[in-house]
């Protein structure tokens, strides 16, 4: 008989552990930044040969204004210049880059930034990268449905779900984290609602191709039942058509 492995086609990631990374190694918080982009880069080249066709990282939270003003600006220098590194590399690899986040407080460099990324890749189709960024699963669904109030739209699941700013995509089936925390952090609170959760003792740049192969393997061995029993399930739900 034909043996199947279940892929999951929309993969999200809590990058967490870059501070204590550096730490570690006596190195400043920011540097444990830097080479989380690297292994970033590296965990997008693997998507698609492992049948992944969305990835969706978070990257920087609402919350994340509060970190020391260093380690904030750090970041913001970080992203710009991780764009302008990264984006002939996603060109090449069709990956088509999605920030997803409030941008009317994000400096017109930034902002800038990030457009120019997305509407350079707009046309790619291999993966799409979602980069949660000045992201909150709170504001996402409260700003999603006071949009929909304010233009006098009933607020359904279906309304609010495609108003909100993953409207573009179908929900995370795998949602992993790293840095051996257990707690969602405002990430993706609407849309992982059915997501399978993967917990990785790795600190984010220790995380490698390896250990994206375990979370996908451990994913297989999942039912997801979306609140069925196990016998109503005709066809293994974690099978994408
Ligand atoms: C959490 O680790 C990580 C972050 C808050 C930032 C993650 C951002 C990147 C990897 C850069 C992404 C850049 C682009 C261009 C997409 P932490 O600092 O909370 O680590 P700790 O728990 O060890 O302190």
Redesign the pocket.
């Known amino acids: 008989m034909e043996e199947r492995i279940y892929v999951p086609s929309h993969v999200a990631i809590v ?7 550096a730490s570690k190694r006596y190195m400043p ?1 920011i540097a ?2 830097k080479q ?2 690297d292994t ?1 880069g590296r965990i997008v080249s693997a998507c698609p040969s492992r049948g992944i066709s969305v990835l969706t ?5 609402s919350e ?1 204004w509060n970190r020391p003003v260093e380690e904030v600006s750090g ?1 913001m220098d ?2 710009v210049l ?2 302008s590194r ?1 984006v002939p590399k996603l060109q090449r690899e069709g990956v088509r880059l999605r920030f997803v986040g409030a941008r009317d407080n994000l400096s017109v460099r930034i902002r800038t930034g990030l457009e120019e990324a997305e509407f350079a890749t707009v046309t790619n189709s291999v993966l799409t990268l979602n ?1 949660c ?1 000045n992201y909150g699963g709170r504001w996402d669904i409260t700003s999603a449905a006071a949009r929909l109030a304010a233009a006098g739209t009933p607020i359904t699941e279906h309304s609010l779900s495609a108003a909100m700013a993953m409207g573009h995509c179908a929900d995370p089936d795998l949602l992993i984290r790293t ?1 051996n ?1 257990k707690r969602l952090s405002n990430f993706l609170l609407w849309q992982a609602a059915y997501s399978e959760l993967y917990f990785s003792e790795l ?2 740049p220790d995380f490698d191709e390896q250990a994206l192969d375990a979370a996908l393997l451990e994913y297989a061995t999942r039912e997801r039942r979306f609140g069925k029993t196990s016998d109503q399930l005709v066809v293994p739900a974690n099978l994408h058509a």
């Not at 990282?57 to 939270?61: D, E, L, P, T």
């Open positions: 990058m967490d552990g870059n501070g204590r990374w918080r444990g930044h989380g982009v970033l990282v978070f990257a920087f939270s994340n970041l970080i992203v991780a764009l990264e980069v960024f840095g925390e600190l984010w």
